[in-house]
């Protein structure tokens, strides 16, 4: 079982190791390398897996799956706080108004509102969105391309909902009450 915890703990440094090779070559997409460093996991840690598994516990059908199981569902999840972390420091507004501060030492409201206003969340984003395959443009129109990022919006609008934490700040309660006084 000892070797179980290893790789637990193993699982995360690897794949934090290979994310981090990626991002440095070039024509890497920093989007993608959570991803990409992820199934290097998957491929590297499932097989060890089931070969230590095979020899310490021998080929039981039902224990190799749920054990093969557990390690998907691990690394995964792994994958997208990995994936989580990075699109947070990249898009959060929060972040994103804090770092504008900072590396300016200081910055006029006005400034900061010209350097992080919706045109240039839009013209930074946009192309972006377009490389990465979840926007396709036809005839001047955006449409949706990809269900991934997609997916993953509707997962984690889900689980604010199930927290009771408002999908958009100008639903929360607190912030209405705070409003109206």
């Known amino acids: 079982m000892c070797f179980v915890i290893v790789l637990l703990l193993l699982a995360p440094v690897f ?3 290979v994310n981090a090779i990626l991002n440095r070559r070039p024509n890497t997409h920093p989007h993608r390398t959570p991803f990409t460093a ?3 996991t998957n ?5 060890v897996y089931v070969v230590l598994h095979v020899r310490i ?4 059908f039902t224990d190799l799956i749920c054990g093969i199981v557990f390690m998907l569902i691990y690394i995964n999840g792994v994958v997208f706080l990995n ?5 947070l ?3 959060s507004m929060h972040i994103q108004l804090l770092m504008q501060i900072h590396r300016h030492g200081s910055i006029t ?3 900061l509102v010209e350097r992080y206003n919706k045109n240039t969340i839009l013209t930074n984003r946009i192309p972006r969105l377009l490389e990465l395959g979840q926007l396709r443009m036809t005839d001047g129109l955006l449409f949706v391309g990809g269900r991934s990022v997609l997916f993953g919006a509707a997962v ?9 934490i408002p999908v958009r700040p100008e639903e929360a309660d607190h912030l209405a009450d705070h409003a109206s006084q």
């Open 38 to 40: 992820g199934l290097y």
């Open 83 to 87: 994936w989580f972390i990075f699109t």
């Open 15 to 17: 794949l934090c190791g």
């Open 43 to 47: 491929l590297v840690f499932i097989p």
């Open 109 to 111: 409201t006005a400034d």
């Open 156 to 164: 984690c609008a889900l689980l604010r909902r199930i927290l009771g």
């Open 89 to 91: 420091t990249d898009v």
């Open 57 to 60: 516990f021998g080929s039981q």
